[in-house]
């Protein structure tokens, strides 16, 4: 009997902690990752000072906080293309358990380590901008960050099976993506400062949501503009899980299987 | 010289297609739009140079950081570093030149830069000071290598220079005031941002581009090159001294 896909998640998560434990110490991810990702907060908030425009800074420290959970999750782009480096894909597809769910699990403790970085940053360099949270909003706050970094997860699996026959723009791709999320989702300024076209295409990226939500949540505004967006992070974090595992089995496994250069396009 | 030069070439020719440096020049025109945009939502048109100057320097230590690290991993790799220490060579002289080579190629970030502001938001900058923008730039590519070499010398000794590379990008960016001027940094942290190249840089790179004159701009021009002299003579005396010490204990290509 072959393993059931929660199986193959829990397997591939057991994977996922042990190359954790192999990047890092908890020493070398308390000063050396957190403390970058302090300062990525600090730098792009420094802008804020210089603006002499009331709420510039709260606004930029709120986004870029959250932000570095994007940045953290999104490092599933390389480390799913790593199985190809390491010869191992060509044994995932092949095998007859569906590798889509191997990928699900293999690169977990990126929005793990994402969730911890952000409410780090959310809590511990919050109140320096002003954002401050009772204690009865920590628990949603914690909640929206997951669910930002499980969202972005999905798009960066999508990503990942895009690029895992071209793993060296792994990089690249996932770089330019947290940054345009940066850039047009309402991390730096609110969305409606874009053209009408980016408006509508980052309403598919699960962080608009998720963001919008947050804020409201630190505005303290009503339930409905903190959970009304949480319907559309759900729903578009899904169709990019579905859109991954369907570009993977159809456009990516069948194809090379097909033609035999799973391992030769590296 | 003329091995620093076919160093510098020899980058000069692997450099184009690398990831590294195809990162860059995709991600200067995103980090321009983030900037700018923060600058036009807020009506301060006159910090666009900042959103121009900022991509650069980034782009250019990105790309000089990368080379630094992963010179010393893939000549290891490949299996060629011993054959390179073993030769009469300077290593050190190899390193700068390399790194040199992609800190020039960095430049054309700030091209990206002032492309994305005039066609994405209708900023067309001038170059009010463009003698002083082009000795500086060459200056801070100079200062760059320099500074970088002192790195390489240490991802000799780390089997994984990445966590180091990432590591240090953004209190590097931010100690050295790339985005906005030490000024907005607490008193006491400044001191320490004027002793990196970048924070003399980023001043003179605004500077240019603002139409006010460029107070003293040779004497602050010279202070990023001495900076980078001083980067240079300890890079090569930690390489040095880092070669000596894993010749002896026989573990250049163990670490």
């Known amino acids: 009997m072959y393993p059931s896909a929660l199986h193959l998640v829990r397997y591939g998560f057991l994977n996922a902690v042990a190359d954790f434990k192999a990047t890092y110490t908890w020493r070398s991810w308390l000063f050396g990752w957190l403390g970058r990702m302090f300062a990525q907060v600090l730098f792009f908030t420094g802008l804020g000072r210089v603006l002499d425009q009331p709420g510039a800074v709260r606004y930029l420290a709120l986004g870029n906080a959250l932000m570095t959970c994007v940045v953290d999750t999104m490092a599933v782009v390389a480390t799913t293309s790593g199985e190809r480096r390491a010869g191992t894909l060509s044994l995932l597809v092949a095998s007859p358990a569906d590798p889509v769910w191997v990928f699900v699990g293999r690169s977990l403790h990126w929005p793990i380590s994402g969730v911890a970085t952000a409410s780090a940053a959310l809590f511990g360099l919050g109140p320096i901008f002003g954002i401050t949270w009772s204690a009865s909003q920590v628990p949603l706050v914690v909640l929206l960050t997951a669910l930002t970094a499980l969202g972005t997860y999905c798009v960066g699996l999508f990503l990942a099976v895009v690029v895992v026959n071209v793993p060296r723009l792994r990089n690249v791709v996932s770089n330019c993506a947290y940054l345009a999320m940066m850039a047009f989702c309402g991390v730096q300024v609110p969305v409606g400062f874009w053209p009408r076209g980016i408006q509508a295409v980052v309403q598919a990226v699960p962080l608009t949501h998720t963001l919008r939500a947050l804020r409201a949540v630190s505005d303290n505004r009503p339930a409905a503009d903190v959970f009304g967006p949480v319907v559309p992070a759900l729903l578009t974090a899904g169709l990019w899980l579905i859109a991954a595992v369907v570009t993977f089995r159809w456009l990516v496994a069948v194809p090379a299987r097909r033609a035999g250069t799973l391992d030769l396009s590296y | ?255």
């Open chain 2, 1 to 255: 010289m003329s091995l620093f030069l076919v160093s510098l070439r020899f980058q000069l020719r692997l450099a184009p297609r690398s990831p590294g440096t195809l990162q860059v020049w995709a991600t200067a025109p995103l980090f321009t739009a983030v900037f700018l945009s923060i600058a036009e939502h807020a009506g301060r048109t006159d910090l666009t140079s900042y959103a121009i100057v900022a991509p650069t320097l980034m782009g250019q230590w990105a790309l000089a950081l990368g080379i630094a690290g992963e010179l010393i991993t893939e000549e290891r790799s490949q299996g060629t570093l011993e054959a390179m220490i073993a030769t009469p060579c300077r290593l050190s002289v190899v390193v700068v030149g390399r790194i040199c080579a992609v800190s020039l190629l960095g430049i054309t970030a700030m091209a990206e830069a002032w492309l994305v502001a005039g066609l994405g938001f209708g900023r067309w900058i001038a170059v009010p000071h463009p003698f002083v923008l082009g000795a500086a730039l060459l200056a801070n590519a100079a200062a760059m290598a320099g500074t970088a070499s002192i790195l390489s010398s240490l991802f000799v000794l780390m089997p994984s220079a990445r966590i180091v590379q990432n590591t240090l990008n953004y209190p590097l960016y931010l100690l050295s005031g790339v985005l906005v001027p030490l000024s907005t940094l607490p008193g006491w942290l400044r001191p320490f941002g004027r002793l990196v190249f970048l924070s003399w840089s980023a001043d003179l790179f605004r500077d240019a581009l603002d139409g006010a004159a460029v107070s003293g701009p040779a004497a602050r021009i010279a202070v990023v090159a001495l900076l980078g002299l001083s980067g240079y003579v300890i890079g090569a005396l930690l390489l040095a001294r880092v070669l000596r010490r894993v010749r002896r204990l026989g573990t250049l290509t163990h670490t």
